[in-house]
């Protein structure tokens, strides 16, 4: 199984980027995938994830928006507004476990993409 991310630059403050994930190896269509982020000194946290509930981060809530593409076995994510706080490396994930529907827990998820990294200047 691999999840591929892309889509990843560096802009100002304000400007918009849009995250892709193609996975392969697995259809996840039934399950849960999600974005997490890590920013250097800081542990990996949870941005966004969509499985039968849609949820984000009280920091990129009104601002990000995650979809998917079921046909494609994609996850996208698009940030608007970003802010200088949003600098990052970008991970998608997807568990292993067939169950998980939804979860903004990083153990509940197997399968990372490489990261793409999102840098924002002011």
């Known amino acids: 199984v691999q999840l591929q991310a892309s889509g990843g630059g560096s802009v100002q403050a304000g400007e918009s980027l849009r995250l892709s994930c193609v996975a392969s190896?697995?259809?996840?269509?039934?399950?849960?995938m999600g974005w997490f982020r890590q920013a250097p000194g800081k542990e990996r946290e949870f941005v966004a994830a969509m499985g039968d509930i849609t949820g984000y981060s009280d920091s990129v809530n009104g601002r990000f928006t995650i979809s998917r593409d079921n046909a494609k076995n994609a996850v996208y994510l698009q940030m608007n507004n970003l802010k200088p706080e949003d600098t990052a490396v970008y991970y998608c994930?997807?568990?292993?476990?067939?169950?998980?529907?939804?979860?903004?827990?990083?153990?509940?998820?197997?399968?990372w993409g490489q990261g793409t990294q999102v840098t924002v200047s002011s």
């Open positions: 994930a997807a568990p292993q476990e067939s169950r998980i529907l939804y979860s903004r827990k990083r153990e509940d998820y197997a399968y």
């Open positions: 190896g697995r259809v996840f269509s039934n399950v849960v």
